[in-house]
């Protein structure tokens, strides 16, 4: 099971659509995924037609009690989605308590990666939809993940945002057993507007080594899709925005058996 967690400290760039899109191109090409709503606000959970507000069952489970949750319990979490092969934990409002309640006591930064490494043999990816805040749930995601996406908005506040995410991304790097493998995602990129051109080319001069040589363009369609609750595949299979995630995730992937390469011969010559 490999983990991706999709995060940003700047909130409205494009994170639960990323995740959505990214998840359902997963499953089409016949992946077990899981998504799992880690943002109180429950985008991503309404996105699949579910309703946080009358959720008992959510990711906050996760957080209670003093142990790691069973595979039963952690396994009894998880919803149906309209697409075959795509599952979800969706969130509630309960999630937000986290943060306060958890704040400083051991451990509690680790429990979302405990958890995967419960489920591992249940699902092929596990993608981590994170709230734009920097707290628990996001070190947790940050913790968790075998790869991080970080969607930046084309445009000049938003690359402000990405100087605070680097900072958190350096001190969470500190604390990681292994390192963290970050991908800068361009998003709502619109060629014809002066903002996205000159913060891209802002991006391709500052983050070179961590950013996706292409683009997400700006696509209405994303929003009619959000809005049918499809995932973007489903509703416009060959539409721009789609052939862009398209692109990305087959980056992801060449990029996973890269490593995944790498370290066998590393294994294999040690
Ligand atoms: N490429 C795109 N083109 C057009 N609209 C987009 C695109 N990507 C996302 N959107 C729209 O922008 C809005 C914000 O996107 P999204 O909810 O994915 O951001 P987010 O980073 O998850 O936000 P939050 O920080 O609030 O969780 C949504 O209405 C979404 O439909
Ligand atoms: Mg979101």
Request: charged share 20%; hydrophobic share 40%.
């Amino acid at each position: 099971m490999r983990v991706w967690a999709v995060a940003n400290q700047k909130g409205g760039v494009g994170k639960t659509t990323s995740t959505v899109c990214l998840a359902g191109l997963l499953a089409e090409q016949g992946h077990k995924v899981l998504v799992i709503d880690l943002d109180p606000h429950g985008s991503l959970t309404s996105y699949f037609g579910y309703d946080p507000d009358s959720l008992t069952s959510s990711t906050y489970q996760l957080f209670q009690g003093e142990e790691t949750a069973t595979k039963d319990s952690i396994l009894s979490l998880v919803v149906d989605t309209s697409v075959p092969g795509l599952s979800l934990i969706p969130t509630s409002p309960a999630l937000a308590t986290v943060e306060r309640q958890m704040t400083g006591k051991d451990g509690m930064g680790l429990r979302v990666g405990k958890a995967m490494n419960v489920i591992n043999a249940e699902f092929d990816y596990v993608l981590l939809d994170c709230p734009p805040v920097l707290g628990v749930l996001m070190i947790n995601a940050l913790a968790a993940c075998e790869r991080l996406l970080v969607p930046v908005q084309t445009e000049f506040l938003a690359l402000k945002g990405l100087e605070r995410m680097t900072r958190t991304m350096q001190m969470i790097q500190k604390a990681r057993p292994q390192p963290l493998t970050f991908t800068i995602v361009p998003t709502m990129f619109d060629r014809r507007t002066q903002a996205s051109t000159s913060s891209l080319n802002t991006l391709r001069k500052q983050y070179a080594e961590n950013l996706w040589r292409s683009t997400i363009p700006v696509d209405t369609k994303l929003r009619d899709a959000s809005r049918l609750g499809k995932v973007p595949s489903q509703h416009d299979p060959d539409g721009r925005a789609v052939r862009a995630y398209r692109q990305l995730v087959n980056f992801i992937l060449s990029e996973d058996q890269k490593a995944l390469e790498k370290q066998t011969s590393e294994q294999l010559t040690a």
